[in-house]
């Protein structure tokens, strides 16, 4: 069965960086693109990155642009995503997903989520 | 870009039919028929219920039905079952590869 199992997420300082990272399995990794969205604490979802199935293709939100890189290596199905000069307010659980079959406008499976905290 | 506007609460008894509306502008929800839904339990994940604005994927009950008009998305859960009780987001491509969310719906079943 399709699992993606997110990690690498904890209590950073402002200005800090951290390395989230999405060990995929039961699908065809390399033939999906895949996104990263954040939901902060009690507050609704928000799309943050997308890469396509090859990494030829990047786009990301204007809130992190500049800020983060998302990235991946199909050799051991996983998805990263480098966040740096974080603020507080990118205090989120952070989720990566796989698009579907039709297109990559959505979001078709999620992992469970990481925290990422940025607090002094 | 701004967020979709959902309603913040809808509800509705077992057995009834409840609609949660996704307003948007014709850069977003009226420009493309790219609109998914998202069920999400407390503490949990969020579930694709709907994508490309009236598609269902398997394993999702056929009580959820998408439509759209204009700049308006629409989520019809018909026969309200206790088990639907979540949040409910929308989600729209916005054009120069963009996705835009909705504020999130809370459904209740009474």
């Known amino acids: 069965q399709v699992q993606l199992v997110e990690s690498g997420g904890g209590v950073v300082q402002p200005g800090g960086s951290l390395r989230l990272s999405c060990t995929a399995s039961g699908f065809v990794f390399s033939s999906y693109g895949m996104h990263w969205v954040r939901q902060a604490p009690g507050k609704g979802l928000e799309w943050v990155a997308f890469i396509r199935y090859d990494g030829s293709i990047k786009y990301y939100a204007d809130s992190v642009k500049g800020r983060f890189t998302i990235s991946r290596d199909n050799s051991k199905n996983t998805l990263y995503l480098q966040m740096n000069s974080l603020r507080a307010e990118d205090t989120s659980v952070y989720y990566c997903a796989h698009h579907g079959l039709t297109n990559e406008y959505y979001f078709d499976f999620w992992g469970q989520g990481t925290l990422v905290t940025v607090s002094s | 870009q701004s967020a979709l506007t959902q309603p913040r609460s809808v509800s509705g008894s077992p057995g009834q039919s409840v609609t949660v509306s996704c307003t948007g502008t014709s850069t977003d929800v009226g420009g493309y028929n790219y609109v998914s839904w998202y069920q999400q339990h407390p503490g949990k994940a969020p579930k694709l219920m709907i994508y490309?604005?009236?598609k269902r994927p398997s394993g999702v009950p056929d009580r959820f039905s998408g439509s759209k008009s204009g700049n308006t998305a629409t989520l019809t859960i018909s026969g309200l079952q206790a088990e639907d009780e979540a949040d409910y987001y929308c989600?729209?491509?916005?054009?120069?590869?963009?996705?835009?969310f909705g504020g999130g719906t809370e459904v209740t079943v009474l």
């Open positions: 490309d604005v009236s």
């Open positions: 989600c729209s491509y916005a054009g120069s590869y963009t996705l835009v």
